[in-house]
């Protein structure tokens, strides 16, 4: 039971970022001290992790004693903070009464048994047993994090970080019971993250509630929260990197390097959970770029220092294991080839675009149809084989079909949703 010792670092952390918080809304400042604390508490998961293994020192050992003093340390430090009393929470909580009902409701009926599934039951996807599991084992076996001869190289070069919070479970625990729950815990925070998003775009509480509802019921957000697979957490240092970086070009004043540092730890933190993040983040980061030199000209090049320095610093590690192994930082080019489309032509693009769109189509019965249009539409059309060997991952036969598994599964309501918005808009510009 000692990987309670977490949990009571989270929560302490959670009263100490409330106690600092500028916000003047209590949700708000609730929800944002929330997603300050799980940043506060990746640095704490991080920095140790990579100091014991220079030195050979990971280990159950190890881990209890700094946990047992960042604890202490942080009570500590609670102890000369004052808190808001608690007659001032209940006060503000009573002004969303029906709000806090449908929450209840989520809470009880999707939330609780999604945690209750993430933690009585190891995870078993084909993923999990491939590579993130095997590379704590590794890891715990030789007390650092250094390359390892493996049959799988997944294990050594795809991005380590969210293992990095399993291998402290792992070594508290000595149980794979816990494990599951780092990807629970990041589904929790990007919902709270969606909702500050709303909220940052003019929604009420009523529309931020929605938002909440439609994230979590996200089909692939679902299954992932219950496994070892590092989406979830991926997906959680991005939104954190979006959410601080808008709120860092909304604000003047000293909060703003506040919310650029938080923002580059999401950033720096998100690169090393999974390269895709770098995708989605470039054309965010531009625009973050053009709003500091538009709004604090030559002075704006801190805020580019701090980004390129945690991409840095939490990247250089492991960017170094890559190259002393291979001479490159991204590790073995095979690995890479493996996921990576040999052409970029038009049809190729035409096709994934299609195949995707299709995948998310899929329904419980009546998908030959669908089926033969797009093989017809590959044949006739583009003239390619919807299962080209150099754009498809390991080119199984094309056959779009609906499935409830954490690596395939599709999205009907949300692609007829997407399409419906964009028609609005296009017709409502």
């Known amino acids: 039971m000692l990987v309670i010792l977490l949990l009571l670092n989270i929560v302490f ?3 100490y970022c409330f106690s600092i918080e500028s916000e003047e809304d209590f949700l708000t400042k609730i929800r944002t001290s929330f997603i300050k604390s799980i940043l506060i508490f990746s640095l704490l998961v991080f920095f140790p992790t990579e100091i014991l293994s220079f030195f050979n020192g990971i280990n159950s050992s190890n881990i209890v004693f700094y946990w047992s003093a960042a604890l202490l340390f942080l009570i500590t430090l609670l102890l000369f903070k004052r808190t808001p009393t608690l007659e001032k929470k209940i006060t503000i909580s009573k002004q969303y009464k029906n709000e806090i009902y449908i929450l209840g409701f989520a809470l009880i009926f999707i939330i609780l048994p999604l945690f209750f599934i993430a933690l009585f039951y190891p995870p078993n996807n084909a993923d999990s047993m491939g590579y993130h599991l095997p590379r704590v ?3 715990i076996q030789n007390k650092n994090l250094n390359h390892y001869i493996t049959s799988d ?4 070069f795809y991005q380590p970080f969210a293992e990095h919070f399993i291998l402290h479970i792992k070594l508290l625990s000595a149980s794979d019971l816990w494990v599951n729950l780092v990807q629970f815990f990041a589904m929790v925070g990007s919902v709270v993250i969606v909702t500050l998003l709303a909220r940052m775009f003019g929604l009420n509480y009523r529309y931020q509630l929605l938002s909440a509802l439609l994230a979590l019921s996200i089909p692939m957000g679902i ?16 939104l954190a990197f979006l959410f601080f970086g808008l709120r860092a070009i909304k604000k003047n004043g000293t909060t703003v390097f506040s919310d650029v540092f938080f923002s580059s730890i999401a ?5 090393l959970t999974k390269a ?9 980061a531009l625009y973050f770029a053009y709003v500091f030199l538009r709004d604090y000209g030559f002075k704006a090049w801190k805020f580019g220092v701090i980004y390129v320095f945690s991409i840095l610093i939490f990247n250089f590690s492991f960017w170094a294991r890559n190259y002393s192994l291979t001479g490159n930082i991204l590790g073995e ?3 890479v080839n493996m996921t990576e489309n040999d052409y970029i032509t038009i049809p190729f693009f035409v096709s994934n675009v299609v195949r995707n769109i299709a995948t998310h189509l899929a329904l419980p019965l009546g998908n030959r149809l669908m ?5 017809v539409f590959h044949e006739k059309v583009l003239k390619i084989s919807p299962q080209e060997k150099a754009i498809t991952f390991c080119a199984p036969q094309y056959e779009p079909f609906f499935a409830i598994n954490e690596d395939v599964a599709g999205n009907f309501f949300f692609l007829f949703l997407l399409f419906f918005l964009i028609t609005y808009f296009l017709f409502n510009f």
């Open 223 to 238: 299954l992932q929260s219950t496994t070892t697979q590092n989406d979830y957490v991926a997906t959680f240092f991005f």
């Open 267 to 271: 950033l720096g933190l998100g690169f």
């Open 276 to 284: 895709t993040c770098a995708i989605f983040a470039f054309p965010f």
């Open 13 to 15: 952390l959670n009263f």
């Open 371 to 375: 089926n033969k249009s797009v093989i």
């Open 153 to 156: 190289a997944r294990q050594l």
């Open 333 to 335: 080019k095979a690995v």
């Open 137 to 139: 084992m590794h890891w």
